[in-house]
């Protein structure tokens, strides 16, 4: 058999079952809907620059510096995630590794794994007080794999209720990558860069007269510069997975 | 709608750019995952899971790199994990089962959609499917990305995140137990 004669026999195989008229789209549109709802549940931090102005004005989710792993915000942010509930992290490791750039400060806090999943928490945080929020986080191991990145939740700000806060510039963070070595300890490459948040200013237009129809204009909102990468490399030992399946 | 135009959609969240790329590349998404997989439902899920993460993580793809090896590098790493995750739990019998109707769906599509296809065709294709199916998920993704995407050895490493030299020696270890497993008709493969 040659390659051709053998690539012709995998089209042949994978078109008797996959036929060239099916169409997915109907069904992923229906997810991308449930997604999208679920996602605005359980996200913290506000998707779009405009949400940060009304995530300012509002008091909203915190946690304290000193949480991590086991702080009690993580537990029931994670309760939320059918993905991520069944997950222990009494059984993180606590990690204190930090890099700074730019007066920009990222520390990797804890991680932790288990045969489904690897969450890296961290925080971000700026001398100068401005926020940065992360950008292009990747896990690799020593064999060079790239884990596949899930999502990631952030928290920042003051909650007089839980009676923490975050200090301006700050924010923490958890990302969530797929587990997929199959090694029992991973030697991994964290990288992050981090990106600064632009608000938008708010103007009337110049030349109208302030009344109630005066429409409102956003200003152009320059890209944040990109600090980074921020790059951790680290060993975590992969715990049994609990979740059911 | 041109691939640009759809990915500067979805890029500014407008998803009919998403429906675009879907409606271009999914049959064969389909295809790549099944081979992978082995599983038709499966095979759906991963195609689904890949275009959604596309989705999510559209900021992080350079517009002056083609689409098509970065979406499909997604895809292939989720029907790679999912393969692995599935081969944990099946049982060795079910397995069987499993590939036995899978080769009875081949036959009968064969022998509906052209009666000419000859006994030893239909019978190299069970073959190959078989032994596809007793490659690890991480040589079968390897020799699905070089042979079925026609992607080179380079590519296969740099997207499945593996040093070129590794990657070349899955390669051969997979041809070389594809060789024993098809005997004679994969002499010269």
């Known amino acids: 058999m040659k390659k051709q004669e053998f690539r012709q026999l995998l089209h042949e ?26 996602r605005q549940r359980v996200r913290l931090l506000p998707a779009t620059r405009l949400g940060w102005v009304g995530f300012a004005l509002a008091t ?31 059984l993180s490791q606590r990690l204190a590794l930090s890099q700074t750039i730019e007066n920009v400060t990222v520390a990797v806090e804890w991680v932790y794994a288990d045969t489904d999943r690897v969450l890296v928490g961290y925080t971000i945080r700026a001398a100068d007080g401005k926020r940065f929020d992360p950008y292009g986080e990747t896990l690799r191991d020593k064999a060079d794999i790239t884990l596949p990145w899930q999502s990631t939740y952030g928290m920042t700000g003051q909650s007089d209720a839980l009676q923490v806060t975050l200090p301006a510039g700050e924010g923490a963070y958890t990302a969530i990558f797929d587990n997929i070595s199959a090694s029992p300890v991973l030697d991994v490459r964290f990288e992050v860069r981090a990106q600064e948040l632009v608000l938008p200013s708010i103007h009337a237009a110049p030349t ?38 | 709608m041109q691939e640009f135009e759809a990915i500067a959609r979805l890029k500014q969240g407008d998803i009919s750019g998403l429906e675009s790329l879907v409606k271009t590349y999914q049959v064969n998404a389909l295809r790549a995952a099944y081979l992978i997989v082995r599983d038709y439902d499966l095979a759906e899920d991963v195609v689904q899971d890949a275009f959604l993460r596309a989705y999510e993580r559209i900021n992080q793809f350079d517009v002056k790199r083609p689409f098509a090896p970065w979406f499909f590098r997604i895809v292939i790493n989720i029907a790679k994990r999912t393969a692995v995750q599935r081969e944990r739990h099946i049982h060795l019998d079910n397995a069987s089962t499993n590939e036995e109707a899978a080769l009875d769906e081949i036959l009968a599509a064969d022998l509906q959609s052209d009666p000419q296809v000859t006994v030893e065709q239909r019978d190299l294709q069970h073959a190959v499917w078989v032994a596809l199916g ?19 050895e380079k590519d296969v490493a740099v997207h499945s995140g593996t040093a070129l030299g590794t990657l070349k020696w899955r390669l051969h270890t997979a041809r070389e137990q594809l060789r024993v497993w098809l005997g004679n008709s994969c002499a010269s493969f």
Not at chain 1, 24 to 37: F, G, K, N
Not at chain 2, 141 to 150: H, K, P
């Open chain 1, 60 to 90: 909203v989710f915190v946690f304290s510096i000193t949480a991590y792993a086991g702080g009690s915000w993580l537990h029931r942010l994670l309760e939320r995630d059918e993905r991520l509930q069944h997950i222990d992290l009494s």
């Open chain 2, 134 to 152: 007793r490659l690890s998920p991480a040589q079968r993704a390897a020799i699905i990305q070089r042979y079925y995407l026609d992607m080179t």
């Open chain 1, 13 to 38: 195989v994978a078109m008797q079952t996959v036929p060239s008229n099916r169409d997915i789209w109907p069904m992923l549109q229906e997810r991308l809907t449930a997604d999208l709802h679920r």
């Open chain 1, 208 to 245: 109208m007269e302030t009344t109630e129809e005066t429409p409102l204009v956003l200003a152009p909102v320059p890209a944040g510069r990109i600090i980074g990468p921020f790059t951790f490399d680290f060993n975590v030992t992969v715990v049994s997975s609990s979740q059911p399946r």
